[in-house]
């Protein structure tokens, strides 16, 4: 399936009559995961990169860690049924499907807040412990990289990006989607299935912004440094902060924000 | 609760070293939405107008029709528990939750594609069947008044509009949220409580882009235009199609694209 579809249109400029034309627009369709056979998602999602999706999705759930533990993905070539996936577990491994987000929230019966929506992610996803630095001029740099192979973005204007980096500032992967958390797991499942997890000193970059989600998500692969070109939310700072994550955001032309851990930033041409 | 709070900031401008500052961000918090007492959802959501979002997200799943259906609404005033909130029926009355679109999605066994998506929101929320009219003046007036009166937004960077218009332009509702379809899910929760729907021959505008969620949520409040100031999804194109509602995108400056029933459109001054 493709990434961007060519839909009819009718513009209007300056007050004149609409004209008909046609209009390149990103795809949105559902995506069912399954694991093992049990239906435990359904997202909007852009079609392509499927498998890292849903690997992506349940390493960022915790559900999976280790490559080993997966004996294969099955997905139909086309047709409907190409919207469901079922990653399978290897024999004898027994994937704990309790541990999906949803489930931890929505057990819990004596009320939740921030702080143990937090609590519950680091149950299964400890705090970093490292000391790595990053350069800021590194940081800098990588918006533009990312607008660079943000192709299907410059195709529709609707789509979101994430892409991680290497310490140095360059890109290991890239990908879009419809839903920025989508475009996060894609990243993830890449990593995972190749098998470059954990992330250690590396940097998400994010197209939009930063919300908890995106920072759990990067603590999920290890990523100490969780960078946005636009703002943060309260908990996605609450959450990198006691993640032991530092979280940029603004970032863009030749500033950026600090939220949190800022002794991980130096300056060094 | 607060929509934004301030938080420390450690800013660089122009390669210039770290300076502390602080900076307003826009609050994140889980909700989870009670049905009856039973959990029905769990979203990241802007506290405020919660009791909105509980509504018009049980009227955008099909759920709740009718004010008269809904005996009272429960969240603790404080504390982790008014990240909780239950909207009882009426004595007598009987919510379908089996109607919640996850459902709906999740216990398809058949596979799952964008039409069939759209089959499963028609089976409960029919297409509309009118010839309301929209002056396209009054579409191109309408950004302008969302900004304005976009507050949050202003101080943070961080949050979605959606509003609600009459077929003359006038703002009946602007809600804010870091979630987009949060922020559509308190516009219709407020025309619910208020007895306003069906907001016949009104017009939903949301900051962002457009995606099958928003379209489907201005269908359960059956508003006939929809208007997004960046891209439609091809999703969200299909069902306005099918649901015969009108879909705007890139609303900003002078310009508007129509992607689906252009026959609405007139322009008049």
Known sequence: MSDVTDRPVWRSVDG??????SDA?????????RCGGEAVSVTMRTPGHDRELALGF??????????????????SAGGPAANVIDVRPAPGVT???????????????????GKTAIEAVHHHLPPLDDDVMVNAFTLLSLPA?????????????????????DPNGSLVVLREDVGRHN???????YGFAAGLLPWCGHILLVSGRASFEIVQKALAARIPT????SAPSSLAVSFAD????????????????VYTHPRRIYFAD
Not at 25 to 33: G, M, N, R, S, Y
Not at 58 to 75: F, K, M, N, T
Not at 145 to 163: E, K, M, N, P, S
């Open 16 to 21: 004149e009559p609409l004209s008909a034309d």
């Open 25 to 33: 627009l990103v795809v949105e369709e559902p995506l069912e995961i």
């Open 58 to 75: 349940l390493v960022s759930e915790g559900v999976l860690a280790d490559p080993a533990s997966v004996r294969d993905i099955v997905q």
């Open 95 to 113: 994937l704990d499907l309790a541990r999906l987000t949803r489930h931890v929230f929505t057990s819990s019966s004596c009320g939740l807040c």
């Open 145 to 165: 990289v990312l607008r660079f192979h943000q192709t299907a973005f410059a195709r529709t204007g609707g789509l979101h990006a994430a892409a991680v980096f």
């Open 183 to 189: 475009a996060v797991d894609k990243v993830l499942g």
């Open 226 to 229: 969780v960078a946005a070109v």
């Open 242 to 257: 006691e993640s032991n994550q530092t979280l940029v955001g603004f970032l863009r032309g030749e500033r950026l924000n």
